[in-house]
């Protein structure tokens, strides 16, 4: 089993910057794609950004491309996933997710693929 703790979201004005950070604990002796996925009110869970368990090849949802950076830090068992250029459609509640074994990289996007989940933590952009 591996736990996952989410951080960092809070409340920015459109344009700022905000740094998430996923905190993994439990089973994490082996490496594990990393995975970004937001909510907001009413939609669906979408994907934001994921990074592979082998090489680290990142991954990114188009609306963020650009904007957002995901990257990870093994020997902390941590992740992360800097949002710079923030914009009011990107609030949401933001969820960090892990896979449990190695994954074919165009599985990445999708929520199932990830077997652990944080509890999310919220973003919210004013205008």
């Known amino acids: 089993q591996v736990q996952l703790v989410e951080s960092g979201g809070g409340l920015v004005q459109a344009g700022g910057s905000l740094r998430l950070s996923c905190a993994a604990s439990?089973?994490?002796?082996?490496?594990?794609?990393m995975g970004w996925f937001r909510q907001a009110p009413g939609k669906e869970r979408e994907f934001v950004a994921a990074?592979?368990?082998?090489?680290?090849?990142?991954y990114y949802a188009d609306s963020v491309k650009g904007r957002f950076t995901i990257s990870r830090d093994n020997a902390k068992n941590t992740a992360a996933l800097q949002m710079n250029s923030l914009k009011p459609e990107d609030t949401a509640v933001y969820y960090c997710?892990?896979?449990?074994?190695?994954?074919?990289?165009?599985?990445?996007?999708?929520?199932?693929?990830?077997?652990?989940w944080g509890q999310g933590t919220q973003v919210t952009v004013s205008s």
């Open positions: 439990g089973r994490t002796g082996s490496r594990y794609s």
């Open positions: 990074i592979s368990w082998n090489d680290d090849s990142t």
């Open positions: 997710a892990a896979a449990d074994k190695p994954t074919l990289n165009f599985l990445l996007r999708l929520a199932r693929t990830y077997a652990y």
